[in-house]
């Protein structure tokens, strides 16, 4: 009777426990949309942003990123002391110099800089968000623009998600929006697309490409979000040469390698409601062939790839 009761005891204890799991989780999951949304929001209103911490080497990540927010079509204020342009722009001792408003203060690391001070000039000029990319604000910094009204973000790279949520250039949407409707994603991908998980065999992952005749299977978590995506070309990197192996070895490394050695992880995403230019845009910038298709939970409900964009404008092109 004892070890019964104690049986229950156990069971109800592990069923709570896996109950307040399932809520932790859900409590999170929820947190990293409501943070999405709200960084969406700010970069819809966002177009002035200062740079501090820019190095002039031409490779370094500040350079590359900061060509590429030019090309966005935002506008970009380099905070250079000691130099007079940047990328062909002005460029600025501090931010205070910076004329106007200013929405964002973006920081790389690469030739140091005073956080402290750097918010306390972000704070003068009422930026709508302190964006450091590539290392963690000290807590002092943290509390200083919180009680500002300022939001920060780490470790979150400021281009990509001007890309991932705005792929066209501002200018060039503002036409779009001007003019004849657009074929929405929806409309072209391919919905309910197959998964595999991260643990799941590239034999499996060939096998249901090879029924299916996909070229890419979105990667998904245990619940389903997506965490990456694995294409015939991933697979085609990691498989062995047949110059060095037979085709039985080739086999049974196929069989033993898995799909989290090959996926690409933090893959480029698209919205169903985003438009095909949307989507060829992002392709060609990020040189990739197909793109997952999220709803607001972070789940893939579709795919859209190459093939469907060729179609589509092949379509218009006949036509007219």
Known sequence: MVKTEEKEGHLYRERREATLEKIR???????EYLLRRQRKEILEQCRRIAIAGLSTDT????????????????????ILPGKETYLGVRAFSSLREVPGDVDICLVYPEQGVDLRHLAREAIEKKVKAFWVEEEQAEPEVRELL???GVQVVEHESLEREYIKNFPFPFHERRATQAGKRSVRVSERMTASPITVRP???IHDAIDKMKR????????????????????????????????????????????????????????????????????AELMLRWEIGGLPV???????IGIVTYTDLLREFLAREKET
């Open 25 to 31: 989780k859900a409590l999170l999951t929820r947190e």
């Open 59 to 78: 490779n370094s990540r500040g350079y590359v990123s900061t060509e590429k927010l030019l090309g966005l079509g935002l506008e970009i204020f380099p």
């Open 146 to 148: 919180a009680e500002a």
């Open 199 to 201: 643990r799941e065999s």
């Open 212 to 279: 299916g005749h996909f070229r890419h299977l979105p990667v998904v978590d245990d619940e389903g979000k997506l965490v990456g995506i694995l294409s015939d070309r991933d697979i085609r990197l990691i498989r062995p040469s047949r110059a060095f192996v037979s085709g039985e070895d080739e086999a049974l490394q196929l069989w033993s390698a898995s799909v989290r050695q090959a996926a690409a992880f933090d893959p480029v995403t698209i919205e169903p409601d985003a438009s095909l230019e949307q989507a």
């Open 294 to 300: 999220l709803d607001e939970g972070g789940k893939p």
